[in-house]
């Protein structure tokens, strides 16, 4: 499937809730995103995959913002996303984000951690922001921990506390950047099975991975990308059992037996 007629089907299915249109993003000299256009539907679950230094990241973090843009333009459900200032705080809060390092507040607890960004931002009560933040730890499997401190938890519990977090705000859309890429390889699978929990739950992804198994077994399309470009995308056993560019043919063969 090609990216032109990917995006067809999606616009067909109602506004997306992510939609990059001809982006492009310098860094310096280095051009990191080439005319980028995707299309993220509601309850879509997009896996974007490709060699280290493709744009991957790059183009994660220009979904909210965290890095700005030189040209093209970014919708959240159809509206342009603000440039800055209240409203761009706004519809950051709508779009959930987990980095590779888990970004936990060091000094206050598991539970503060969770209830702060609803209490703060989104006005909830003290009481009903406890309440639903225990209950996101519990779906993640780390209620217990509520009331230590971010270091007394391993890698994957602290990531796992980074998604409860993300999701205490309601978000439209959550964004995962190489979720798993800093931890441990017995934790991996921890982190995976509550993302693939949440994708089965009907939630807007955008995740950008090297676990190739997540991406063939939960993603509902691949993005392969290189050299800041969208190569190829399409359904997972597609790409991964009869890619039709020669760089992505390339790419799958490099990682066989990883």
């Known amino acids: 499937?090609?990216?032109?007629?990917?995006?067809?089907?999606?616009?067909?299915?109602?506004?997306?809730?992510?939609?990059?249109?001809?982006?492009?993003?310098?860094?310096?000299?280095?051009?990191?995103?080439k005319d980028i256009n995707l299309k993220v539907g509601k309850g879509e679950v997009v896996?974007?995959?490709g060699p280290s230094g493709s744009g991957k990241s790059t183009l994660?973090?220009?979904i909210n913002r965290l890095e700005t843009i030189?040209?093209?333009?970014?919708?959240?459900?159809g509206k342009p996303l603000p440039q800055e200032g209240k409203e761009l705080a706004s519809t950051r809060a709508e779009i959930g984000m987990v980095f590779q390092?888990?970004?936990?507040?060091?000094?206050?607890?598991i539970i503060d951690n969770v209830t702060m960004g609803p209490v703060e931002v989104l006005g909830v009560s003290r009481d009903k922001a406890r309440e639903e933040g225990m209950e996101l730890l519990r779906r993640v499997g780390v209620a217990e921990?509520?009331?230590?401190?971010?270091?007394q938890l391993s890698g994957g519990q602290q990531q796992r506390v980074a998604i409860a977090r993300s999701l205490a705000m309601h978000p439209k859309a959550m964004l995962f950047d190489e979720p798993t890429s800093a931890l441990d390889p017995e934790m991996i699978n921890e982190v995976l099975d509550v993302m693939v929990e949440l994708a089965r739950g009907g939630m807007t992804m955008v995740v950008?991975?090297?676990?190739?198994?997540?991406?063939?077994r939960v993603s509902d399309r691949v993005v392969f990308m290189a050299d800041g470009a969208i190569i190829e995308?399409?359904?997972p056993d597609e790409f991964f059992e009869h890619p039709t560019t020669e760089r992505a043919r390339e790419f799958l063969d490099s990682i066989k037996g990883h």
């Open 1 to 33: 499937m090609t990216q032109t007629q990917t995006g067809e089907a999606l616009a067909a299915e109602g506004t997306p809730v992510i939609e990059l249109r001809h982006v492009d993003k310098h860094f310096g000299s280095l051009h990191v995103l």
């Open 47 to 49: 896996v974007v995959i």
């Open 60 to 62: 994660c973090r220009t």
């Open 70 to 77: 030189d040209s093209g333009e970014v919708l959240i459900e």
């Open 101 to 109: 390092s888990f970004n936990l507040f060091a000094h206050r607890s």
């Open 145 to 151: 921990q509520a009331e230590k401190m971010p270091a």
């Open 208 to 216: 950008v991975t090297h676990e190739m198994g997540f991406a063939r």
């Open 233 to 235: 995308e399409g359904k």
